[in-house]
């Protein structure tokens, strides 16, 4: 399965809340700046997270948009399935009545075994998890000076 800018970009913006966990609401304009993405695809991105009670948003002068759990209890296969749906690399690894070969096909074995690998990694990857190795990727990052 391939993952799409509407998977990468939200799982991108939800790294950014995490880092900010605690600090209150984040404006959505400043993730859009830092995400470099815009402020109107960010909000289409959020509303079902939203929905979904992954992400709050807090209105007023101060209002924005926060985690609404701690990143160690959001996992990230939760998140990829919200914005993508299922990972199955194919249709009859969900719905085996869409293919009349199902029972005898090695080939769906694969494919089912290719979904349960992605979930079980994207399930064992929570935003806590994510948050802490950008961290240590810019604590170990050297600058590129170039003449």
Do not use: F, N
């Not at 913006?13 to 995490?18: E, K, M, P, S, T």
């Not at 959001?74 to 194919?90: C, F, H, Q, T, Y």
């Not at 070969?101 to 806590?128: F, I, N, Y």
Request: proline share 3%; net charge positive; aromatic share 4%.
């Amino acid at each position: 399965m391939k993952i799409s800018t509407r998977g990468q970009y939200g799982a991108r913006a939800l790294v950014d809340l995490a880092r900010h966990y605690g600090e209150g609401s984040v404006q959505l304009k400043d993730v859009a700046r830092r995400q470099s993405v815009s402020v109107r695809y960010l909000q289409h991105l959020l509303t079902p997270l939203i929905k979904a009670g992954i992400v709050k948003s807090v209105r007023g002068a101060h209002g924005g948009v926060a985690l609404g759990r701690a990143p160690e209890d959001i996992r990230l296969g939760e998140v990829i399935e919200l914005l993508e749906g299922s990972m199955a690399p194919v249709e009859c690894v969900d719905d085996p009545s869409a293919c009349e070969r199902t029972a005898g096909c090695v080939t769906r074995d694969v494919w089912a075994e290719l979904k349960k690998a992605m979930t079980d990694v994207l399930d064992s990857t929570t935003l806590k998890d994510l948050a802490d190795r950008q961290r240590e990727k810019e604590r170990t990052q050297v600058p590129m000076y170039y003449i």
